[in-house]
C-alpha cells in the first residue's frame, strides 16, 4: 500500500528551550512576533525505478542490513500485505516462504526481492506486465490491474540440495513446482511453465540403491511402492511439460519428453494423443493416426481421440487426393508426345507398305515381259 505524505506537526515549528538561551546568551533581541524558521520534517522516502521502464516502483520504508541481499535460488520467508492502487486489499502473508527466482511468485515481484536487503521494509508497485497481466487474478484482482506490496524481507536460507532430502520431501517439493507450472500453464506463460517443470524434475529424478546413506538423519528404506509414486509424479511433470512445448512449437523436445513418458507407461492416452499432435505439425500424418489408434485401443471412449483420428483421416485421403493430381500434371504432357510418336509410326508402316507394293507390282511387269518376249 503506498505511504501517504506525513503532515507537519505544527509542535515542530516552535523554537526549543536551547534556541531560546542562545539568543539570551549572545543578547539577541528581536520582535515577539518574530519567529525562528521552522525545522525540516523528516522527508519521505522516494520512489526509485528499478527497471528504468516504470515496470517496478520501490520505495524503502525501512532500511534493512547493508550487502544482505538474498542470491538465487535461496529460500526467502517474507511478511507482506497486497493492494490495489485504490487500497483494495487482497491478502496479507506472514512467514511466505519462497524460492528466488524459481519462478514462484510474479517477476516484478522476484525481481525485487532479489534487491531487498535482509530485514528491509519497502513498498512495491508493479504494473500489470510483470504482475498478473492481462488475465488478472480473478475474482479479487481485475486484469490489467497494477498492484502494491508492503513487505519485509525476514530471512534467507540456502537451497535444499534434493539428494538430502527424504522422499517424502522431494515428491513434495517436486509436486509443488508442478503445480506452479500448471497454474503459468494455465495462464499461457508457456516459458515459465517449463521453467517449473524442469525444476520439479530436478526433484523427483530417479533415485538409485536400497536405502540412503545410514548416517544421515532423513534416512529412510526404499520400497518399490514409494518409488513407483515418485515415478508416476515425473511422468506427470514430463507429459505435462510436452504440453507446454508443444504450445512454443518446440516438437523435438516435445517428443523427448513423451518418448520418457511412453518408455514407462506405453499406453499412456495424453502421451499418445500429444505425440500425434507432434507428428501431425511435423506433417507426418501416418504416425499421427499410428499413434491415435493406439490410443483410440487403450480409450474407445474417448471424444478428443476419435475427434482427431477423423481430422487426420481426411487430411491423409486429400492428401491423396492431392499426390494424384500433381502426378498427373507432372507425366500429362508426355501423352500427347506418345501419341505423335505412334502417328509417325504408323505413317512409317503405310509408307513401307505402299513401297513394297509397288516393288511387287514392277517385279509382276517385268515377269509378263519377259514370258512374253520367250514365246513371241
Known amino acids: 500500500m503506498a505511504i501517504d505524505k506525513a503532515e507537519t506537526d505544527p509542535s515542530k515549528n516552535s523554537p526549543s528551550d536551547t534556541d531560546v538561551e ?6 539577541i533581541t528581536s520582535d515577539d512576533s518574530a519567529s525562528p524558521p521552522p525545522e525540516k520534517s523528516d522527508e519521505e522516502p522516494e520512489w526509485v ?39 483494495t486489499f487482497i491478502e496479507k502473508k506472514d512467514n511466505f516462504e519462497i ?3 524459481d519462478c514462484e511468485v510474479i ?86 511453465a517449463i521453467q517449473c517443470y524442469r525444476r520439479a524434475l530436478d526433484y523427483l529424478d530417479e533415485v538409485e540403491g536400497g536405502i540412503t546413506d545410514p548416517s544421515k538423519s532423513n534416512s529412510e528404506e526404499i520400497t518399490d511402492s514409494t518409488l513407483q509414486n515418485l515415478l508416476e509424479d515425473r511422468i506427470s511433470v514430463c507429459n505435462n511439460m510436452a504440453a507446454a512445448q508443444i504450445k512454443l ?17 506405453p499406453n499412456n492416452v495424453k ?23 493406439k490410443a483410440d485401443e487403450v480409450s474407445p471412449s474417448n471424444s478428443d481421440v476419435q475427434k482427431e483420428m477423423a481430422s487426420i483421416t481426411k487430411l491423409i485421403q486429400k492428401q491423396k487426393v492431392s499426390e494424384r493430381e500433381l502426378a498427373k500434371r507432372m507425366f500429362g504432357d508426355k501423352k500427347p508426345a506418345a501419341k505423335e510418336v505412334k502417328s509417325h509410326d504408323s505413317k512409317n508402316n503405310i509408307l513401307v507398305w505402299s513401297a513394297t507394293l509397288a516393288a511387287s507390282f514392277a517385279i509382276g511387269l517385268v515377269g509378263v515381259a519377259a ?3 520367250k514365246f513371241a
Open 22 to 27: 542562545e539568543k539570551s546568551a549572545q543578547n
Open 49 to 87: 525505478d528499478l527497471l528504468g521502464s516504470g515496470s517496478i516502483l520501490k520505495k524503502i520504508t525501512k532500511e534493512g542490513q547493508p550487502d544482505t541481499k538474498p542470491q538465487r535460488l535461496q529460500k526467502c520467508v517474507l511478511n507482506y500485505e497486497l493492494t490495489l492502487t485504490d487500497g
Open 99 to 101: 524460492q528466488l527466482g
Open 107 to 192: 517477476q516484478g515481484l522476484d525481481v525485487a526481492i532479489g534487491l531487498m536487503n535482509m530485514s528491509e521494509k519497502c513498498t512495491l508497485k508493479i504494473e500489470p506486465r510483470l504482475a498478473f497481466g492481462t488475465i488478472g487474478l480473478p475474482p479479487k484482482i481485475p486484469p490489467n490491474s497494477t498492484v502494491v506490496y508492503d513487505i519485509e524481507l525476514v530471512a534467507a536460507n540456502l537451497e535444499d540440495d534434493p539428494e538430502t532430502l527424504t522422499l517424502l520431501e522431494r515428491k513434495l517439493q517436486g509436486n509443488k513446482k508442478r503445480e506452479r507450472g500448471n497454474w503459468w500453464y494455465g495462464r499461457g506463460e508457456n516459458t515459465l
Open 249 to 265: 512449437e518446440l516438437y523435438d523436445a516435445a517428443l523427448n519428453s513423451l518418448q520418457t513418458v511412453l518408455r514407462c507407461q
Open 271 to 293: 502421451a499418445l494423443f500429444r505425440k500425434a499432435k507432434v507428428h501431425k505439425a511435423k506433417n507426418d500424418l501416418n504416425a499421427a493416426l499410428k499413434c491415435l489408434k
Open 371 to 373: 514370258y512374253r518376249l
